[in-house]
């Protein structure tokens, strides 16, 4: 059974720190290019940032590129997304989401919730 199950969301003050964490099963994880996304209420998705198999490559969006970090533990089946210098406009729901690099398969976690507020 394929599971993604995202962790380490909460609320923080704006300047503050979270990390998250996206814990894979079911399928073979080096196998898939990894990402987070976000969504905020009333607002569309948005691609935050991303991941290759081997970790090697990194890709972020401009609104988060220098103060989030991703990276991934293919030991462990986990990706991480360190968020520092955390804004008002980061609160959303986010998301990991894996892309098989042979296959046409696609999966998503449930989400874990960031708050930034004073």
């Known amino acids: 059974q394929v599971q993604l199950v995202e962790s380490g969301g909460g609320m923080v003050q704006p300047g503050g720190s979270l990390r998250l964490s996206c814990a894979a099963s079911?399928?073979?994880?080096?196998?898939?290019?990894m990402s987070w996304g976000r969504q905020a209420p009333g607002e569309e998705p948005e691609w935050v940032s991303g991941i290759k198999p081997a970790g090697d490559t990194t890709y972020y969006a401009d609104a988060v590129k220098g103060r989030f970090t991703i990276s991934r533990d293919n030991a462990k089946n986990t990706m991480y997304l360190q968020m520092n210098s955390l804004k008002p406009e980061d609160t959303g729901m986010y998301y990991c989401k894996a892309d098989s690099i042979f296959t046409n398969h696609i999966y998503w976690g449930q989400g874990t919730q960031v708050t930034v507020s004073s």
């Open positions: 079911g399928f073979i994880f080096s196998d898939y290019h």
